[in-house]
Nanobody
Framework: QVQLVESGGGLVQPGGSLRLSCAAS????????MSWYRQAPEKEREAVAT????????NYAGSVKGRFTISRDNAKSTVYLQMNSLKPEDTAVYYC?????????WGQGTQVTVSS
């Protein structure tokens, strides 16, 4: 079955960096678009970044463009989110996502807290 397992979250000061990882299994990872979403307290879940199966196409939310970078290693079935210049408003639970055969799959999420 499809499994997505995120890691790498934590507490970081404003201006700091974190790299999130999402290890995938149970499907042909290399042919599927992967995405990162986030959900802050009392807010709706929002898309942060997306990467195509081959890794050549990426898309970012305006609020993170220029600060976050999504990448993938198809040999390791892992997608990453490098987050730089973090701001308090980036505080949220970050989720890995993919859609396989019209079904959405989500990881358990990893907490990112940006605070001094």
């Amino acid at each position: 079955q499809v499994q997505l397992v995120e890691s790498g979250g934590g507490l970081v000061q404003p201006g700091g960096s974190l790299r999130l990882s999402c290890a995938a299994s149970g499907f042909a990872f290399r042919i599927y678009t992967m995405s990162w979403y986030r959900q802050a307290p009392e807010k709706e879940r929002e898309a942060v970044a997306t990467i195509s199966g081959g890794g050549s196409l990426t898309n970012y939310a305006g609020s993170v463009k220029g600060r976050f970078t999504i990448s993938r290693d198809n040999a390791k079935s892992t997608v990453y989110l490098q987050m730089n210049s973090l701001k308090p408003e980036d505080t949220a639970v970050y989720y890995c996502n993919t859609k396989v055969s019209t079904l959405d799959y989500w990881g358990q999420g990893t907490q990112v807290t940006v605070s001094s």
